[in-house]
């Protein structure tokens, strides 16, 4: 990163955490150049730079001021600064989410699952079956501990358009990215060690640091750049942090995309302090915009990076079919893996090597991508329609998921039992943090948002619902 | 239990232990008696007991004597107590075997796994594809987190022959028995712990152990009776075991069958101490007599059992199906579950639900269990043909793994070496013990003993080359 960025990038970070507001004056060239003690030409490029990502405007003659932010409704905000590592607890609420799937007459609106009822999922479906006739028995015998090489293969090719260059050897199949996650953080801490994760953080990854006895360090994620590396720099220099955990690509639930001067940037982080940093890819692949982003392990020349992703998300949760890139971890998670679960089902994986390799997947990906734009939009003109005045929304540009964020005060896990009474369950956001944040967001799904009239419906009386709960204060 | 057959069970370990050698006489009943302050009717019943188990003879006018043991060959000895707790390694051995899987030209006769080309599997296979036909996408969505009803359903039913009597929702479906014994263990125990093992032990549970910083203390294991019970208790009193785990029905490796009397008394021994005990029953089905050996967990009254087992061994291990019944631990094993792989794969379970339902199961292990019983025949009478003098040999009523002890002082891991020469793989025994114990000893699968050539004329060759092998000593 050069040194131009840097001073830019600190100074996005102070106007995300508040610190310059909408129409406050930026500093002056003079006064960054004398504070960075760097030539004025420098301090110029950097404020330029965040003229150009829509941060700050010129008037003339006056300087550089605060821009409003771009996107037509309020994003939410970020979050304070945790101030502790903290034990995560919450296992009743999320398994409460969980057992949702055990009942069918309830609309989940909050779910982390991709449309599995698309026709483009159909040849998948045909390819399970010839395998299992061509295949036949030798099916059911036992999978090469690092998972199928026809698969290994396919994902090796994959890898090239987000930067990640490796060969079948480099790959670990793995039983969904849940394993994947399980085992990565499993094999570069031990229990009472401090983890560094974005804050809101995926529930799945949280509940890995409680049963292992570790500790979360809530790092505030911006809703469209993701982890602050402000905050995690000093968070590095006060803790004894064992590994960072991001999302990089449309994280789970912000939908935030981290730049690649800020992939860069955490890689040097990470290097400086000596860290791990587990990279979950897992929506990576449903960029609305192509080329998708790249990977931070594709910046990483020396296997620092423990890239995880699976086809959960971009497929079909049902299949089970996850895979880590260790790096210069390979062995300990190999073991971690061998010891989970021996080996995953080889006939998913076969299956799901023919999708890629016949060119299903592609036309998959480019299908789904078009659908969750579309639901997105349309999820975020019913949110604005019918839901509380002061709400603020994310706008993730890949992924499925949307994050509300209600007025100050508001109770979404009361909202949650309200919604339950009309068989709609919500997630509130409070499982998203260790430290009881978030309790005014929810987390919205709207993979079928653009086609599903039940959807949209539920959406509106979730607004609705919201409305009278504000009321009732 | 009653007296005179704890009484008796003493005595028996004794005998096996090598306290009383053939020939010996027994302790008289009069002895007996003042030793153990019971009635002579008492002591005189405990000594019938062993008469009646063939382990004891009575000399007219003389008294009890030891008697040789029935199996025409001799089987392996028991091995010595461990003093301490030990920290597991051995893991690049493990990854060694298990890599044998990416080297088809390689012939291994050491694996633990049962045959999956047999004809009474085909069904199977045409439930899978009918199953992908009739329930399409839908098996695309997730499992629910204990697993499919259908399948929970069915494995209920079954457990009444072992005793263990259950319903669906005491059931907990796994990706294979790997993820049931790692959860389990896991949910009892934390870094740093003892658990009481057998010795020798199956290495896949050792190196749960090891990956989670778990100490071994093995417990000597005798190979028709199971665990030393003696050698347990005297553990129990000295160290702080936190978890028992065995396998009473067919044991890896040694193939002992727990008796029912002696599940009791662990039992009794687990609540004395309050530790739970996890029980591996995966190889119960492959019993060659029926009705089936009982599971300890259908002695338990209190949820103290954690009895994990699967399909792996009974009818495919690429499946990755299966089970725990989790008793009192039931929350902490979900939460593992869900932080480890979050479900398992539905289509594999509903397919064997199906082939359960349908009786193909049943049918099929009938099949098997013959197979296996003439495999053991055959592969005895090889090795007694080919092997040195002095050889042991286990005698397993059930599953298909055979345990071979050659001469003390003999290099198993050299003659594996020896054998891959040859592109044909054996187990030494070192992977089955913390201790260094067992590297004089081999492990056989014999599941197409009986059937192909290959096998037999591989068991012949392992002989000769150990022959030559005890002669360049």
Redesign the interface.
């Known amino acids: 990163m050069k040194l131009y960025e840097s001073i830019a990038d600190t100074l996005r970070e102070r106007i995300e955490q508040g610190f310059y507001k909408v129409g406050d004056k930026s500093p002056s060239v003079r006064i960054l150049s004398a504070e960075r003690k760097v030539s004025l030409a420098t301090a110029q490029q950097a404020l330029w730079l965040l003229e150009q990502q829509q941060y700050v405007e010129v008037k003339a003659k006056s300087g550089f001021y605060v821009k409003a932010p771009q996107s037509a409704t309020s994003i939410p905000q970020i979050s304070r600064l945790t101030q502790y590592p903290l034990e995560v607890s919450q296992?009743d609420e999320?398994?409460a989410l969980?057992?949702c799937?055990?009942q069918p007459n309830i609309l989940n609106l909050g779910r982390g699952?991709c449309d599995?009822?698309v026709p483009t999922?159909?040849p998948?479906?045909r390819l399970?079956?010839d395998n299992?006739?061509s295949r036949?028995?030798q099916?059911?015998?036992?999978?090469?501990?690092p998972g199928q090489l026809a698969l290994r293969d396919q994902i090796a090719r994959l890898g090239i358009v987000s930067g990640t260059q490796i060969q079948a050897q480099d790959l670990i199949i793995t039983?969904?990215c849940?394993?994947a996650l399980?085992i990565s953080i499993?094999a570069v801490t031990?229990?009472g060690d401090v983890v560094a994760i974005e804050s809101p953080c995926f529930y799945?990854v949280m509940?890995?640091l409680?049963?292992?006895?570790l500790k979360a360090l809530e790092i505030p994620t911006h809703p469209t750049h993701g982890m602050s590396l402000e905050a995690l720099e000093m968070a590095l220099d006060q803790w004894p942090i064992r590994a960072i955990m991001a999302i990089p690509a449309f994280n789970n639930p912000l939908g935030s995309c981290m730049p690649d001067a800020n992939k860069q940037r955490l890689l040097q982080l990470a290097q400086h302090y000596d860290v791990p940093i587990i990279e979950d890819d897992i929506y990576g692949e449903l960029a609305y915009k192509q080329p998708r982003p790249r990977t931070i392990q594709s910046f990483d020349q020396e296997g620092r990076v423990i890239l995880c992703s699976s086809f959960t998300k971009t497929?079909?949760?049902?299949?089970?079919v996850g895979w880590i890139v260790p790096g210069r971890y390979r062995n300990r998670i190999?073991?971690?893996k061998?010891?989970?679960?021996?080996?995953?089902?080889?006939?998913?994986q076969l299956a799901i090597a023919d999708f890629i390799e016949q060119g299903y997947f592609e036309r998959h990906l480019r299908k789904v991508r078009q659908q969750y734009q579309m639901g997105r939009d349309v999820a975020i003109r019913l949110i604005k329609e019918s839901f509380p005045d002061g709400t603020r929304i994310s706008f993730p540009e890949g992924g499925f998921i949307i994050w509300v964020e209600l007025p100050h005060g508001f109770d979404a896990v009361q909202l949650d039992k309200r919604m339950m009474q009309h068989h709609i369950k919500i997630t509130s956001g409070s499982v998203f943090s260790a430290s009881g944040k978030y309790r005014n967001c929810i987390r919205i799904n709207y993979t079928r948002a653009a086609l599903d009239e039940k959807i949209q419906a539920a959406i509106q009386l979730v607004g609705k619902e919201a409305q009278q709960l504000m009321n009732s204060f």
């Open positions: 296992w999320v398994l969980l057992s799937r055990e699952l599995v009822t999922l159909k998948l479906m399970l079956s299992i006739k036949g028995q099916l059911l015998a036992y999978d090469s501990l039983t969904g849940q394993e399980s499993q031990k229990p799945g509940q890995i409680n049963a292992h006895g497929v079909a949760v049902g299949l089970r190999l073991h971690l061998y010891v989970g679960t021996a080996s995953a089902v080889s006939m998913t």
